[in-house]
């Protein structure tokens, strides 16, 4: 097998709870309560639906898999993909520069609802699928290649399944290469206005390297030069590249580098909600009507992913709005806040919106570009009298160097999962998932989350 392709395999299978140790554990812990958080707020996502009635009739074969929310056993790539669509639906789950760690954790809970796994074992599988991914992001660079994100989700996805299902490095390394060969989407996905299926595409591939997984659990033989082959990732397409070491070794674990959502929308517009909120307290609804133009000055890639598509002052769809920074910024500046609600087809379409839309230009500053990984947006506004008002936000709550706490997320699963199964047993799945380190058997945990 190829270099890469070894260094992979040999992590997914040495990981083991010991390395973690205790504040490692309670970060993943915390990335895992975030993740349920997100789900709850999707249960009856469109591509949750979508699933269930593909996989209806089914059996569950040799590798099962459960449903989150309900009691629904099914082939474990279906479970995983519609698991992965929950949490990926609103845009709401974790992020690191390049995509979203915890697309494939669909899967892992998937595989964990329908048989007996310990919550050790999970936080160790979890945190293979997230350091692989951090890992890949960086050192492949795809997404400035053109490349979508699948990719990686795919391979992480891939490696984590294996270290849950306990196969050898052979195994996993034939998995690793299966997932690899197979799994490289086109980013035009995320391009234009977007579709229902730039929220699937990542759950897509998650449900693509499960399937990976238990091909090589049962004997298949995948390609062991994927990256470093003839025609292989980096001839085609990356050129040659390194992993930063990972933690066993000697390298240092990646999750507290991983950015949390308080806002239900795409990561570069975080810092335009709170930049709105604070404008629109300096303001009157009839100032906002008095606006002659607004600037943003933001980075490049902000720029590109939210802010440089006609589209995106003109959005049809939940998933260009969510990925608009004119839209973010004005529904917030009109209404207060934002919300899941804010992406509502009927809101999105408010014709009484465009006209401030259209007074929004964007302008990348090259001093905001170089504070990244930082982030910063300013925003001028100026007033049909002369006056001009600025606003700024500086790394958001959720960003790494503004954490969000362990209450702050357990809130965002309060606020996703009251409305479904009440505070008290919302209360009884923080408190028992907080604990998921100590837990022997993660089946009733899962449980405790259906209605």
Not at 363 to 384: N, R
Request: glycine share 8%.
């Amino acid at each position: 097998m190829d270099r890469l392709t070894e260094q992979l395999a040999t992590f997914a299978t040495t990981l083991n709870f010991d390395r973690l140790g205790d504040e490692v554990a309670q970060s993943v812990t915390q990335h895992l309560v975030d993740t349920l958080a997100c789900a709850f707020a999707a249960h009856d996502c469109e591509a949750a639906d979508i699933g269930r009635r593909l996989a209806g009739g089914q059996t569950a074969g040799l590798y099962a898999g459960r449903t989150l929310f309900v009691d629904a056993t099914m082939p474990l790539e279906m479970a995983s993909f519609v698991n992965s669509g929950m949490i990926r639906k609103y845009d709401f789950n974790d992020r690191f520069p390049g995509g979203h760690p915890s697309d494939g954790l669909g899967a892992h809970l998937a595989l964990a609802g329908a048989a007996p796994f310990s919550g050790k074992q999970f936080l160790v599988a979890m945190m293979v699928t997230y350091e692989i991914y951090t890992r890949l992001c960086d050192g492949a660079n795809l997404r400035k290649l053109g490349w979508d994100q699948g990719f990686i989700v795919a391979v992480s996805t891939t490696a984590g399944i294996c270290n849950l299902l306990g196969l050898t490095l052979e195994q996993t390394a034939n998995a690793i290469g299966m997932s690899a060969t197979a799994s490289v989407p086109l980013r035009v996905t995320r391009s234009g206005e977007l579709t229902s299926w730039k929220s699937v595409a990542t759950p897509f591939a998650a449900r693509n390297g499960v399937f990976a997984a238990a091909l090589a659990a049962e004997g298949m033989v995948g390609p062991g030069n994927a990256f470093e082959g003839r025609h292989g990732l980096f001839d085609n397409i990356t050129g040659p590249f390194d992993l930063a070491p990972f933690p066993t070794e000697g390298g240092e674990f990646t999750i507290d580098q991983i950015l949390f959502k308080y806002w239900p929308l795409e990561t570069n517009g975080q810092p335009a909600v709170w930049a709105a909120m604070e404008l629109r307290e300096r303001l009157t609804p009839s100032d906002i009507d008095n606006i002659k133009s607004i600037e943003f000055f933001c980075d490049e890639l902000t720029r590109v992913e939210i802010g440089g598509e006609p589209e995106k002052w003109d959005p049809q769809t939940r998933e260009t709005a969510d990925h608009s920074l004119p839209y973010i910024f004005a529904r917030t500046l009109v209404d207060g806040t934002i919300s899941i609600a804010s992406f509502e087809e009927n809101r999105v379409q408010d014709s009484s919106l465009r006209p401030l839309l259209n007074k929004i230009t964007v302008t990348v500053d090259p001093a905001i570009e170089a504070l990244l990984p930082d982030m910063k947006l300013v925003i001028s506004v100026t007033m049909h009298d002369g006056t001009v008002l600025e606003v700024e936000n500086t790394n958001p709550p959720g960003h790494p160097a503004n954490p969000m706490t362990d209450e702050d997320t357990a809130n965002k699963l309060r606020l996703m999962g009251e409305p479904l199964i009440g505070a008290e047993r919302c209360n009884k799945v923080i408190q028992a998932w907080s604990a998921v380190v100590d837990v022997p058997d993660l089946r009733p945990l899962i449980y405790m989350m259906d209605f």
